[in-house]
């Protein structure tokens, strides 16, 4: 059913769960995992014009790298063979035209499940890639306050809205 997995990583450590679910699914479908971390540089579009940019980059960078590594980290637990991507640009976008691009089954993403005014304030990631991929999107809850391992599976078919 599946040969191919994206997971896209945050870096944070909620992510471990995700990357968890990921493996799993890859694991008994026999596909390949691929990670994928998006480097959001608009963000820093505000700083000062004497901030060096090649530092943050840099910087950038190596957050990217070790997010990337803690997917390697989990991901090593599993009989799955994992690629990993280091991507610039808007991340909701880049997550879809990467999984487009390359020819994805799957995309498995953790999400906060926030509604209201937070999911207004704050922006969801996962709920931008769901509205826009013509690629199934399985989110999987993450949060401080989940006790047991809840997985959504939001499917968006090609061409509905």
Do not use: C, Q
Request: net charge negative.
């Amino acid at each position: 059913m599946y040969d191919r997995i994206l997971v896209p990583t945050d870096g944070s450590a909620e992510t471990k769960r995700v990357v968890e679910h990921a493996a799993e699914l890859a694991e008994a479908h026999g596909a390949e995992l691929h990670a994928v971390y998006v480097i959001n540089s608009a963000t820093f579009a505000s700083l000062p014009m004497e901030t060096s940019w090649e530092g943050i980059s840099d910087m950038l960078e190596e957050e990217g790298e070790a997010a990337l590594e803690a997917v390697r980290r989990v991901a090593e637990h599993f009989d799955v063979s994992l690629t990993t991507h280091l991507a610039e640009g808007p991340p909701n976008k880049e997550i879809v035209r990467y999984a487009e691009r390359e020819g994805f089954d799957l995309i498995v993403m953790g999400t906060h499940g926030r509604g209201g005014i937070d999911r207004l304030l704050l922006g969801s990631v996962a709920e931008r890639v769901v509205r826009a991929s013509t690629i199934p999107v399985l989110t999987v809850r993450v949060g401080k306050n989940e006790t047991t391992p809840k997985a959504e599976s939001v499917e968006k078919a090609k061409g509905s809205s």
